[in-house]
């Protein structure tokens, strides 16, 4: 008699409660599949939660380096504006060294024509 309570108490003891009146046992074979599983799972809660962490520092990664393509864009549209101001700039002197080229070449054209002017006013007088 003592050997079935102690049976029947080591039954009890491998048993899962799912509602208040009733038990369900599991063999040692089932009760070692579960916990197969159980190890799986918790090896997966634990993968799952370094990919979670994982994920985290990718996403700061990836927020720094769209912060530094912002700032680098910003860099290059300021280096763009730089360039069209100096392109004008450029066209600027072009025309003024046109326009002095021109004024040049005038004031040469009119001291030419003022000397042979006076030379040939010069001439003229002596004869």
Excluded at 4 to 28: A, E, H, P
């Amino acid at each position: 008699m003592l050997l079935l309570l102690i049976l029947s108490n080591w039954t009890v003891s491998y048993g899962q409660t799912g509602s208040k009146d009733t038990v369900i046992c599991y063999t040692v074979e089932e009760a070692r599949i579960i916990a197969t599983k159980l190890i799986g799972a918790n090896e997966c809660d634990t993968l799952l939660s370094l990919s979670e962490a994982e994920v985290d520092v990718l996403e700061e990664v990836i927020a720094k380096k769209d912060s530094v393509i912002e700032n680098d864009s910003k860099q290059l549209e300021n280096f763009n504006s730089m360039l069209v101001i100096k392109d004008s700039e450029i066209v600027d002197l072009k025309l003024t060294i046109k326009k002095d080229t021109r004024r040049k070449k005038w004031l040469k054209v009119g001291w030419i024509s003022t000397s042979a002017i006076l030379t040939g006013l010069l001439v003229i007088s002596l004869f």
